[in-house]
């Protein structure tokens, strides 16, 4: 490995307690240096702009073999990670978060070989026209530029956004933070050194993670020298990025995600996808963290049961309460479990008595991610995919299928939940936009 990744503990302790940089380094420097980073992101990117597939694809498969190559030492480095949270009380559901192992090493791989087998969007016509003048009109994408991304404590993203940034053709800089440091540090010089193998610019993928919260500041704030800026975490990191950030931002949200359990509803098959929304992983943004159930539902104890059997900790309103079945136990529900993206082992579970009510709970609490309707009634559940305005709709499936490698993108840089240039899970075509090509015969405008 590189000095990048002999050097990765020395960092990491700068990057231990977030103030450190601060202390060391005035604001004035970091400015320069990460103004500096994303001026040679910037050189790279127009690299990037004219590589052919080919070029990046080969790209792409350099940094899945030496993913497997240095596999033990970044996996040495990430139980570092690991240890060093688990001795500061970081919760099991972050933990497994931050977890690298062999599996997710391949299942890492394996994203960036899918990459590969998908079309490159740079050069796609979205449309196009010869005008009455002679005047021939394409419509096309392009890269980004140079996009930002801010994240936590999950070492996949690292790869999933240098991926995806690759193949469209964008320059990224990283802001993974501190909790998965020595991981970070050991992929990013696997990317880096994959990048220089094949003949395009390492400068490509770059980190600020060095200059701790300081760099993440100046990075908000290097509009014109970034072009996009995306982060990927809690409610606070996101809303502290959009509300900080001069650079434009897509935000990516949290997951508050609902399932609402219609009348007529199979049990057995009910029971099933609610557990694998739930208990498949929960600390991820795609886990469904409310459950809606018709009153006339048949079966609510026995999924309760259930639930409390595969270890889920029950938070329900009076009425669930009410008919919890013998040695299922749980606790009141309250506003801040409606609103709340557990990210855990914990379900708030509510009885209404019709789809308009459900409808209006999830108006009321959706972070407008992902919510799920388990119906056998055609009628209810094409108005439910109607009337309910979230990035992905799922009609008597799970929800942890809202997912960029599980859409078939390959992979994500995260899920937009708001309505501007993307929504839903950000693949390859979402870090792009358009310009516009025309081509004449000396026509002057009259």
């Known amino acids: 490995m590189t000095e990048l990744v002999e050097n990765a503990e020395v960092v990491a302790e700068r990057l231990s307690a977030e103030e450190s940089p601060l202390e060391q380094m005035p604001l004035e420097q970091v400015r320069a240096a990460v103004h500096s980073i994303a001026?040679?992101?910037?050189?790279?990117s127009r690299i990037l702009s004219r590589a052919n597939r080919g070029w990046k694809d080969r790209a792409l498969l350099a940094v899945g073999a030496a993913l497997l190559e240095h596999r033990d030492s970044i996996l040495a480095a990430n139980l570092k990670d690991l240890e060093k949270a688990a001795a500061e009380g970081t919760t099991a559901a972050l933990i497994d978060r931050m977890r690298l192992d062999p599996e997710r090493v391949n299942k890492l791989v394996a994203a960036l070989e899918n990459l590969v087998s998908l079309p490159d969007p740079v050069g796609t016509v979205v449309r196009g026209q010869t005008l009455p003048n002679g005047l021939r009109l394409r419509q096309v994408q392009v890269p980004m530029g140079v996009v930002a991304a801010i994240y936590e404590a999950r070492p996949n993203v690292t790869i999933d956004i240098a991926g995806l940034a690759?193949?469209?053709?964008n320059?990224?800089?990283l802001r993974g933070g501190s909790a998965v440091a020595q991981t970070n540090i050991a992929l990013l010089s696997v990317i880096r050194d994959a990048l220089d193998s094949v003949g395009l610019p390492a400068d490509a993928v770059q980190s600020v993670d060095a200059y701790g919260r300081a760099g993440a500041a100046v990075l908000m704030k290097a509009r014109g020298r970034v072009d996009v800026l995306i982060p990927r975490g809690g409610h606070e990191l996101i809303?502290?990025?959009?509300?900080?950030s001069s650079v434009p931002v897509i935000e990516t949200?949290?997951?508050n995600v609902h399932i609402y359990l219609d009348h007529s509803a199979s049990l057995h098959s009910s029971i099933d996808i609610v557990l694998n929304s739930k208990t498949q992983r929960p600390s991820v943004c795609n886990t469904v963290e409310t459950l809606l159930v018709h009153t006339e539902f048949k079966g609510l104890g026995e999924l309760l049961r259930a639930l409390s059997d595969a270890g889920v900790r029950l938070h329900g309103d009076s009425r669930v309460l009410s008919q919890l079945p013998a040695g299922v136990q749980a606790?009141?529900?309250t506003d801040e479990d409606w609103a709340r993206e557990y990210m855990d082992l914990d379900l708030a579970v509510a009885v209404v008595d019709s789809m308009d009510e459900a409808i209006e709970h999830i108006r009321r609490w959706s972070t407008g991610h992902t919510e799920a309707i388990l119906s056998n009634d055609l009628a209810n559940t094409e108005r439910f995919v109607a009337e309910v305005d979230s990035a992905a709709v799922i009609v008597n499936a799970?929800?942890?299928?809202?997912?960029?490698g599980e859409f078939g993108l390959g992979a994500e840089v995260g899920i937009s939940t708001q309505k501007l240039h993307a929504r839903g899970p950000m693949g390859l075509s979402e870090l792009t936009t358009t310009k516009w090509i025309v081509h004449g015969e000396g026509q002057v405008r009259g």
């Not at 001026?39 to 790279?44: H, Q, S």
């Not at 809303?239 to 900080?244: D, G, I, K, L, P």
């Open 39 to 44: 001026d040679r992101a910037r050189a790279a």
């Open 398 to 404: 799970s929800t942890r299928f809202t997912d960029g």
């Open 239 to 244: 809303q502290a990025v959009v509300n900080e």
């Open 171 to 173: 320059a990224v800089i």
């Open 166 to 169: 690759l193949k469209s053709g």
């Open 253 to 255: 949200g949290e997951g």
């Open 331 to 333: 606790v009141p529900a």
